[in-house]
């Protein structure tokens, strides 16, 4: 098993950044690639961006250029960093790992940009 936990989210201001991290812990040595999605209310859950092992990032294309997904191995810690936020980038922001044959998620965190 492997668990995942998210945190900094909160509330901003338009124009402001927030930075996501997600700590794994459990079976970490399983893990491969990791990645943000995020669920706006009434809508479907949306890839954000993933990242490897090794630190080759990909992006869902509408968020090329504000968001950038990192990673530090070490630490076991994913991190999102979201710059000049707007309120449709209001959601809840998931955390999913792959591993071998298995797909974990976290809780999620939640994301509130004000106008």
């Known amino acids: 098993q492997v668990q995942l936990v998210e945190s900094g989210g909160g509330l901003v201001q338009a124009g402001g950044s927030l930075r996501l991290s997600c700590a794994a812990s459990g079976r970490i040595w399983s893990i491969n690639d990791m990645g943000w999605y995020r669920q706006a209310p009434g809508k479907q859950r949306e890839l954000v961006a993933t990242i490897t092992k090794g630190g080759r990032s990909n992006y869902a294309d509408s968020m090329k250029g504000r968001f950038t997904i990192s990673r530090d191995n070490t630490k076991n810690t994913a991190y999102l960093q979201m710059n000049s936020l707007k309120p449709e980038d209001t959601a809840v922001y998931y955390c999913?790992?792959?591993?071998?044959?298995?797909?974990?998620w976290g809780q999620g965190t939640q994301v509130t940009v004000s106008s």
């Open positions: 999913k790992s792959w591993g071998v044959a298995a797909v974990y």
